[in-house]
C-alpha cells in the first residue's frame, strides 16, 4: 500500500478490519464530492483508503508501474481533502456501518415523489418504478435493456421536478437528435435545444453530445470512441460552461462509459445539480473497475432484465444461432490474430455471406456489426447489395439510411454503428462480427429484438472463434446469451464444413 498520511502497515490494516469504532460520523455531500466533517480514526481512514482501491487490469504492463512511478492502483478515496466522489458514497456508508460507526449526511437533495403533469404518455408499470426509485434515490444508474423505454424515463423524470435547466448528455448526434425530438414530442410545454454538430441552442432542457460539452473546456479529446464535434466559438464555450454549472438535472445517457476522463471531467463541472441519473442497457462485470463508472453518478438504483421484458411483451424472444468456426492456428500477438482469424479469415467472410444472403432471400433484414472501419469494408466489399455506414459518415447520410433501414429499402447494412440507443424497430436479425470480449457491446449489439406490429421472430447471429484469445472472449459471450431465461439458443457446429457444403444446405 502507498504511503498516505497514516502510520498503518498493510498487516495493521487488515487486523484492523473487524474493528468496531462506534462512531458519529457526519458526512457532507455536495453535487460532486463528498467531505468527511468528523474526524475521523487513523485506522478506520486507512481502511477506507485501501476498499476504495483496487488494481488496475494489466497494471503490471505500464511503464509507469514498471519505472515506480506508479503502484498500479486507482485511489478513489483523497486523503487531504478527506473526500470521495458522491458515487462511492454508499460503498462508504456500508464501509462506516460495518465497523460500527453510525452516519449522517449532510447536503443532499430530499427524495420526491413522481408527479405526472403532461398528459402525452402513460408509463408502464416497471417505469413507474423506475421513475420513482430514481426520485427517492436522485443520484445513481438506472439500467434497463434496449426498447424498456430509458429516454421516457428521463422524459418523466423531467416532467415531475420542472426544475431548470435540464442536461441531457449523450454520445453521438445520432442520439442527440433522435432524443431531442422526443422530448419535443412529450413535453410539448417545455423549451428543448441541442449542442453539438455545430449547433450551440440552450434550452430548458439541452441535449448536448459529450465531445460538444468536452470541447468548451478547450481540453483535448482523447476518448478514442467518440468522434471530434466542430470547433465552437469562445462565447458558445463560456455558454456551455454555464450551462453545466448552472444544471439542476443532469443525465448520463450509456453511463457505462463513465468511468473515463471524459465523463469525469464533464459531470465534476456539473455543481449545482440535485439529481444525477445515469442511463444504460448493460449490467456490470462486478468487478473493482464498476467503480469508476459508479464514482460520478452512483451505483445501480433500479434494473430491469431483458427476459422479464420479453414475458411482458416489450422485446421478441430472440433466437440465438451460435456458430462454432474452424479452429484456427496461429501463435502471435492479439492484433495479428485478430486480424488474421477474424477480419481477413475467408471462411468467416464466406460463412456471413452466405447467412446474409438466406436471410434476406426469405425477407429478413441484417446489420452486420463490426469493431473497425477496416473491418466493414471488407466485409461490404464482400457481400452484394450491402451498405457500408460508419462514425465518418456526415449526419444527413447516416440519417437518410438509417430511414432506409427502418423502411427496409436496405436489406443488409454493414457497420460500426448502431450498438448504442438508435431506434431500428423493423430490423430482423444483428450479426456480430466482431468477435470481442466486452459484454457491453454484445447486448448493445441486439438492435432486432424491439417488438413491433406484424413483426414475430427476430435473431442474433454469433461465432465460436477457435483460437489464442479469441476463444475466451467467445465464451464469454456465449455465457451472457445463457443468462437470459428467454434467449432461445441454438448451437451449431461448422468447424468441418466448407463453405461450398454450406451453401448446398442453404439451397436446399
Request: neutral net charge; charged residues 25%; aromatic residues 10%.
Given at each position: 500500500?502507498?504511503?498516505i498520511?497514516?502510520?498503518?502497515s498493510?498487516?495493521?490494516?487488515?487486523?484492523?478490519?473487524?474493528?468496531?469504532?462506534?462512531?458519529?460520523?457526519?458526512?457532507?455531500?455536495?453535487?460532486?464530492?463528498?467531505?468527511?466533517?468528523?474526524?475521523?480514526?487513523?485506522?478506520?481512514?486507512?481502511?477506507?483508503?485501501?476498499?476504495?482501491?483496487?488494481?488496475?487490469?494489466?497494471?503490471?504492463?505500464?511503464?509507469?508501474?514498471?519505472?515506480?512511478?506508479?503502484?498500479g492502483?486507482?485511489?478513489?478515496y483523497?486523503p487531504?481533502?478527506?473526500?470521495?466522489?458522491?458515487?462511492?458514497?454508499?460503498?462508504?456508508?456500508?464501509?462506516?456501518?460495518?465497523?460500527?460507526?453510525?452516519?449522517?449526511?449532510?447536503?443532499?437533495?430530499?427524495?420526491?415523489?413522481?408527479?405526472?403533469?403532461?398528459?402525452?404518455?402513460?408509463?408502464?408499470?416497471?417505469?413507474?418504478?423506475?421513475v420513482?426509485?430514481?426520485?427517492?434515490?436522485?443520484?445513481?444508474?438506472?439500467?434497463?435493456?434496449?426498447r424498456?423505454?430509458?429516454?421516457?424515463?428521463?422524459?418523466?423524470?423531467?416532467?415531475?421536478?420542472?426544475?431548470?435547466?435540464?442536461?441531457?448528455?449523450?454520445?453521438?448526434?445520432?442520439?442527440?437528435?433522435?432524443?431531442?425530438?422526443?422530448?419535443?414530442?412529450?413535453?410539448?410545454?417545455?423549451?428543448?435545444?441541442?449542442?453539438?454538430?455545430?449547433?450551440?441552442?440552450?434550452?430548458?432542457?439541452?441535449?448536448?453530445?459529450?465531445?460538444?460539452?468536452?470541447?468548451?473546456?478547450s481540453?483535448?479529446?482523447?476518448?478514442?470512441?467518440?468522434?471530434?464535434?466542430?470547433?465552437?466559438?469562445?462565447?458558445?464555450?463560456?455558454?456551455?460552461?454555464?450551462?453545466?454549472k448552472?444544471?439542476?438535472?443532469?443525465?448520463?445517457d450509456?453511463?457505462?462509459?463513465?468511468?473515463s476522463n471524459?465523463?469525469?471531467f464533464?459531470?465534476?463541472?456539473c455543481?449545482?445539480?440535485?439529481?444525477?441519473?445515469?442511463?444504460?442497457?448493460?449490467?456490470?462485470?462486478?468487478?473493482?473497475?464498476?467503480?469508476?463508472?459508479?464514482?460520478?453518478?452512483?451505483?445501480?438504483?433500479?434494473?430491469?432484465?431483458?427476459?422479464?421484458?420479453?414475458?411482458?411483451?416489450?422485446?421478441?424472444?430472440?433466437?440465438?444461432?451460435?456458430?462454432?468456426?474452424?479452429?484456427?492456428?496461429?501463435?502471435?500477438?492479439?492484433?495479428?490474430?485478430?486480424?488474421?482469424?477474424?477480419?481477413?479469415?475467408?471462411?468467416?467472410?464466406?460463412?456471413?455471406?452466405?447467412?446474409?444472403?438466406?436471410?434476406?432471400?426469405?425477407?429478413?433484414?441484417?446489420?452486420?456489426?463490426?469493431?473497425?472501419i477496416?473491418?466493414?469494408?471488407?466485409?461490404?466489399?464482400?457481400?452484394k447489395?450491402?451498405?457500408?455506414?460508419?462514425?465518418?459518415?456526415?449526419?444527413?447520410?447516416?440519417?437518410?439510411?438509417?430511414?432506409?433501414?427502418?423502411?427496409?429499402?436496405?436489406?443488409?447494412?454493414?457497420?460500426?454503428?448502431?450498438?448504442e440507443?438508435?431506434?431500428?424497430?423493423?430490423?430482423?436479425?444483428?450479426?456480430?462480427?466482431?468477435?470481442?470480449?466486452?459484454?457491453?457491446?454484445?447486448?448493445?449489439?441486439m438492435?432486432?429484438?424491439?417488438?413491433?406490429?406484424?413483426?414475430?421472430?427476430?435473431?442474433?447471429?454469433?461465432?465460436?472463434?477457435?483460437?489464442?484469445?479469441?476463444?475466451?472472449?467467445?465464451?464469454?459471450?456465449?455465457?451472457?446469451?445463457?443468462?437470459?431465461?428467454?434467449f432461445?439458443?441454438?448451437?451449431?457446429?461448422?468447424?468441418?464444413?466448407?463453405?461450398?457444403?454450406?451453401?448446398?444446405?442453404?439451397?436446399?
Amino acid at each position: 500500500m502507498p504511503v498516505i498520511n497514516f502510520e498503518q502497515s498493510e498487516e495493521e490494516i487488515l487486523e484492523n478490519k473487524n474493528q468496531q469504532f462506534n462512531l458519529a460520523v457526519d458526512i457532507q455531500f455536495y453535487s460532486v464530492w463528498c467531505s468527511f466533517l468528523t474526524e475521523l480514526p487513523p485506522e478506520l481512514e486507512a481502511i477506507i483508503y485501501s476498499e476504495l482501491s483496487f488494481f488496475a487490469e494489466n497494471y503490471f504492463f505500464s511503464p509507469k508501474f514498471q519505472n515506480h512511478q506508479w503502484d498500479g492502483q486507482y485511489h478513489l478515496y483523497h486523503p487531504k481533502s478527506k473526500s470521495f466522489r458522491i458515487g462511492l458514497l454508499n460503498r462508504v456508508i456500508d464501509i462506516l456501518q460495518r465497523h460500527g460507526c453510525t452516519i449522517n449526511v449532510i447536503g443532499k437533495s430530499e427524495p420526491t415523489q413522481f408527479v405526472q403533469r403532461s398528459n402525452t404518455y402513460q408509463l408502464r408499470p416497471y417505469q413507474l418504478l423506475a421513475v420513482q426509485n430514481c426520485l427517492i434515490k436522485r443520484f445513481g444508474i438506472l439500467r434497463a435493456p434496449m426498447r424498456s423505454g430509458k429516454t421516457m424515463l428521463f422524459i418523466a423524470m423531467v416532467d415531475s421536478e420542472r426544475k431548470f435547466p435540464v442536461v441531457f448528455l449523450c454520445r453521438s448526434l445520432d442520439l442527440a437528435y433522435q432524443t431531442m425530438d422526443r422530448v419535443k414530442q412529450f413535453l410539448p410545454d417545455v423549451s428543448v435545444g441541442i449542442v453539438g454538430d455545430g449547433k450551440v441552442d440552450i434550452q430548458d432542457v439541452t441535449i448536448i453530445t459529450v465531445q460538444s460539452a468536452f470541447a468548451a473546456y478547450s481540453e483535448e479529446l482523447k476518448e478514442k470512441d467518440l468522434d471530434k464535434e466542430l470547433p465552437i466559438e469562445k462565447k458558445q464555450k463560456i455558454q456551455i460552461q454555464i450551462l453545466l454549472k448552472k444544471a439542476k438535472l443532469v443525465f448520463l445517457d450509456e453511463c457505462h462509459h463513465g468511468g473515463s476522463n471524459t465523463a469525469k471531467f464533464i459531470l465534476a463541472k456539473c455543481t449545482a445539480a440535485e439529481l444525477k441519473i445515469g442511463l444504460t442497457a448493460t449490467p456490470f462485470a462486478e468487478k473493482d473497475e464498476d467503480m469508476l463508472v459508479e464514482e460520478s453518478v452512483g451505483d445501480v438504483i433500479h434494473s430491469v432484465s431483458y427476459s422479464e421484458l420479453i414475458r411482458e411483451g416489450f422485446l421478441l424472444r430472440p433466437t440465438i444461432y451460435f456458430y462454432k468456426l474452424p479452429k484456427f492456428d496461429i501463435d502471435a500477438a492479439y492484433p495479428t490474430v485478430y486480424k488474421q482469424a477474424v477480419v481477413e479469415n475467408k471462411f468467416f467472410i464466406g460463412l456471413i455471406d452466405l447467412i446474409v444472403k438466406s436471410l434476406n432471400n426469405k425477407g429478413k433484414s441484417v446489420i452486420i456489426q463490426t469493431d473497425t472501419i477496416y473491418h466493414a469494408n471488407v466485409l461490404h466489399k464482400a457481400i452484394k447489395d450491402s451498405v457500408m455506414l460508419t462514425g465518418k459518415d456526415k449526419t444527413d447520410r447516416r440519417i437518410d439510411v438509417i430511414q432506409k433501414i427502418r423502411d427496409k429499402e436496405v436489406m443488409c447494412c454493414v457497420s460500426t454503428l448502431f450498438e448504442e440507443g438508435i431506434d431500428l424497430v423493423s430490423l430482423d436479425f444483428t450479426i456480430n462480427a466482431a468477435g470481442g470480449l466486452s459484454n457491453i457491446s454484445t447486448l448493445q449489439r441486439m438492435r432486432s429484438i424491439t417488438a413491433a406490429e406484424g413483426k414475430i421472430s427476430c435473431g442474433i447471429i454469433d461465432f465460436y472463434h477457435d483460437v489464442r484469445y479469441l476463444s475466451k472472449h467467445s465464451k464469454r459471450r456465449l455465457q451472457i446469451y445463457e443468462s437470459e431465461p428467454e434467449f432461445e439458443l441454438i448451437k451449431r457446429d461448422v468447424s468441418k464444413n466448407t463453405i461450398e457444403e454450406l451453401a448446398r444446405e442453404l439451397e436446399e
